[in-house]
T-cell receptor, first 112, second 118 residues
Framework: KQEVTQIPAALSVPEGENLVLNCSFT??????LQWFRQDPGKGLTSLLL?????REQTSGRLNASLDKSSGRSTLYIAASQPGDSATYLC???????????FGEGTQLTVNP | NAGVMQNPRHLVRRRGQEARLRCSPM?????VYWYRQLPEEGLKFMVY????????ESGMPKERFSAEFPKEGPSILRIQQVVRGDSAAYFC????????????????FGPGTRLTVL
């Protein structure tokens, strides 16, 4: 059974700091990995999707890496801003099906 | 191109009533997924449907819950005889057919329906 873990559960940083969010998964037989952002009481916004054959994806100040063999992914946020404050979710899509398995999320607070 | 639509956004039911949650996928998407987020927990997969077919319902509770995605109209998640433990946010996602371009199997999420059972 696939399990996804995100560390840390919560993170508070001053504005402008670069930060790394971690995601690990137990079964390396994945099709892709997605990073999402969730604001309180809102839905999920897809940030980056990395196919299993890729090593990283970049979008603006965000960079996500994938090491499938070790079951790890990181989300790097450069020059953090208060508007980045949200919960960040990591999810893997297994090759055996179409379900996404989510981690519990990292709650990020960027202080002005 | 509108995103995934869900309605209602908030739903209040008393114990024993029925709850019907609707999801309209993005235009051109033929795959629909339902996920549930219980308070203070992560999102859990419930069911995966294509038009008129349930593909994977391994995450659905065995009783009181059902889902459909008819040929015409939105996908419906139906909860009969709701209990307080059903209070949660229910999210729908959709993805395009496998033959279309773009990242395969990327799921796009709706804003969710927040169900409160009194």
């Amino acid at each position: 059974k696939q399990e996804v873990t995100q560390i840390p559960a919560a993170l508070s940083v001053p504005e402008g700091e670069n930060l790394v969010l971690n995601c690990s998964f137990t079964d390396s037989a994945i099709y892709n990995l997605q990073w999402f952002r969730q604001d309180p009481g809102k839905g999920l916004t897809s940030l980056l999707l990395i196919q299993s054959s890729q090593r990283e994806q970049t979008s603006g100040r965000l960079n996500a890496s994938l090491d499938k063999s070790s079951g790890r992914s990181t989300l790097y946020i450069a020059a953090s801003q208060p508007g980045d404050s949200a919960t960040y979710l990591c999810a893997v899509l297994e090759t055996s099906g179409s379900r996404l398995t989510f981690g519990e999320g990292t709650q990020l607070t960027v202080n002005p | 191109n509108a995103g995934v639509m869900q309605n209602p956004r908030h739903l209040v039911r008393r114990r024993g009533q029925e709850a019907r949650l609707r999801c309209s996928p993005m235009k051109g998407h033929s795959h629909v997924y339902w996920y549930r987020q219980l308070p203070e927990e992560g999102l859990k997969f419930m069911v995966y449907l294509q038009k008129e077919n349930i593909i994977d319902e391994s995450g659905m509770p065995k009783e009181r819950f059902s889902a459909e995605f008819p040929k015409e109209g939105p996908s419906i998640l139906r909860i009969q005889q709701v209990v307080r433990g059903d209070s949660a946010a229910y999210f729908c996602a959709s993805s395009p057919p496998k033959t279309s371009g773009g990242p395969r199997n990327e799921q796009f999420f709706g804003p969710g329906t927040r169900l409160t059972v009194l």
